[in-house]
């Protein structure tokens, strides 16, 4: 069994910073990419971000320049630093990773719980 769970979501000021961490654990060969989707009330899941187990990255437009995302490969995890945050990041914020477990000649994406982000005065 694989499970992936966050933390570090709250309330935050527009303009305020907040982390993001989710940790991936159990029966695990290998770990693919890693990354962050966003689904904010009445829209799309949208990807934020996401890097490669080589740490390429790559990020949405709207985050490019106010978000950082880093893994911790030996630990298994996988962070988002959000910075200058403002009213259109509020969503639930979902990690996911692309995980190949034992003797399993595939890999497949798994899915934290998400956690809530919110950016209002």
């Known amino acids: 069994q694989v499970r992936l769970v966050e933390s570090g979501g709250g309330l935050v000021q527009p303009g305020g910073s907040l982390r993001l961490s989710c940790a991936a654990s159990?029966?695990?060969?290998?770990?693919?990419?890693m990354g962050w989707y966003r689904q904010a009330p009445g829209k799309q899941r949208e990807l934020v971000a996401n890097?490669?187990?080589?740490?390429?990255?790559n990020y949405a437009d709207s985050v490019k320049g106010r978000f950082t995302i880093s893994r911790d490969n030996a630990n298994k995890m996988v962070s988002l630093q959000m910075n200058s945050l403002n009213p259109e990041d509020t969503a639930v914020y979902y990690c996911?990773?692309?995980?190949?477990?034992?003797?399993?000649?595939?890999?497949?994406?798994?899915w934290g719980q998400g956690t809530q982000v919110t950016s209002s005065s």
């Open positions: 996911y990773a692309d995980i190949r477990r034992p003797t399993w000649s595939s890999s497949y994406d798994y």
């Open positions: 159990g029966s695990i060969f290998r770990i693919n990419t």
């Open positions: 890097i490669t187990s080589g740490a390429i990255t």
